[in-house]
């Protein structure tokens, strides 16, 4: 399968933890983007890179969030002292540089207790 | 921030019926997409637009980018039970460096 992977795909967590989310995306795409979806909504922007490059940041994205993508290929989203709040659904895509075709993830979901 | 429109919130049809829906932006887009999602999954691509006027097919699926470049319809022929899920459609507005602004998505209901 060459499609956009995440890892994991459920994450029950205790308020107040930190988690971790991993994404690799299509093999030859160096834009990787991350999007929150929460019930009833389409996916909201959080950020994206340009192979490392965290080219821009949502006002989503609150300093307990934290995203990288260090050697270009697969990034990582990690969210500490979560709260019930960030229970969602977190989706990652890809594309070519340039191109404005993204393609999604299975997404991970997350539920903050 | 800016949001797409889409309405009505849930569709029910027949099998075998054809169905539209459509997008609407108060601002100018560059790109729309069609993704459809299934429950627990992420969105998946069915159709991409980039050019004004732009009508394209996948099968059953046919898409259009409105000349104004401030909507989007996406109709669906011969409807059968697998198409049943949630579509959403997507834009790249002018000047928005890549990131996608998405419709809250039509619920799509098809009876057998």
């Known amino acids: 399968d060459t499609g956009v992977s995440q890892d994991p795909r459920h994450k029950i967590t205790k308020r107040g933890q930190n988690v971790t989310f991993r994404c690799d995306p299509i093999?030859?795409?160096?834009?990787l983007y991350w999007y929150r979806q929460t019930l009833g909504q389409g996916p909201e922007f959080l950020t994206y890179f340009q192979n490392e490059a965290q080219l821009e940041k949502s006002r989503l994205l609150s300093d307990r969030f934290s995203a990288e993508r260090p050697k270009g290929s697969f990034s990582t989203l990690e969210i500490q002292r979560t709260e019930q709040g960030d229970s969602a659904m977190y989706l990652c895509?890809?594309?070519?540089?340039?191109?404005?075709?993204?393609?999604f993830g299975p997404g991970t979901r997350l539920t903050v207790l | 921030g800016q949001q797409l429109n889409q309405s009505p919130q849930s569709m029910f049809i027949q099998e075998g019926e054809d169905v539209s829906m459509n997008c609407t932006s108060s601002s100018i887009f560059n790109t729309w997409l069609w993704y459809k999602q299934d429950p627990g999954e992420g969105p998946v691509l069915l159709i991409a637009?980039?050019?004004?006027?732009e009508l394209t097919s996948n099968g059953r699926l046919t898409a259009q980018f409105g000349i104004t470049r401030k909507d989007s319809f996406l109709n669906i022929s011969a409807s059968i039970p697998s198409d049943v899920g949630i579509y959403f459609c997507a834009g790249q507005e002018a000047g928005a460096n890549s990131k996608l602004t998405f419709g809250k998505g039509i619920t799509l209901s098809v009876r057998p």
């Open positions: 895509a890809s594309s070519l540089a340039g191109g404005d075709t993204q393609y």
């Open positions: 093999s030859e795409h160096n834009r």
């Open positions: 637009l980039y050019k004004a006027g």
